[in-house]
């Protein structure tokens, strides 16, 4: 059985750093573009930041644009979220997700498997 499993998050104060993984289990991650999305209290889950299959390509969200980066080791079956920099604002759950299309997408319906999640809480 396939799937997605993501660890890293924790407890951090402002300013900040966490390293998410996205594991794959039961299948290679080397042949899915892979994204990750948050979702925080009250609000809807949205895409962070997505990379191809390459590696060549990266998209970002505004909002974490040069403190968060997308990169993946195909060797150890695994996609990493590195956050620096982080605020009260990017508390929320962490989701890494595969895509059935060839490119980035920031739609969620775009992306039809998902890891169960891992918390992240920035706060003093």
């Known amino acids: 059985q396939s799937q997605l499993v993501e660890s890293g998050g924790g407890l951090v104060q402002p300013g900040g750093s966490l390293r998410l993984s996205c594991v794959g289990s039961g299948f290679s991650l080397n042949y899915y573009v892979i994204g990750w999305f948050r979702q925080g209290p009250g609000k809807e889950r949205e895409g962070v930041a997505c990379?191809?299959?390459?590696?060549?390509?990266?998209n970002y969200a505004d909002s974490v644009k040069r403190r968060f980066t997308i990169s993946r080791d195909d060797a150890k079956n695994t996609v990493y979220l590195q956050m620096n920099s982080l605020k009260a604002e990017d508390t929320g759950t962490y989701y890494c997700a595969r895509t059935f299309r060839p490119y980035c997408s920031g739609a969620t319906a775009d992306f039809n498997s998902w890891g169960q999640g891992t918390q992240v809480t920035v706060s003093s």
């Open positions: 990379i191809s299959t390459d590696s060549t390509l990266t």
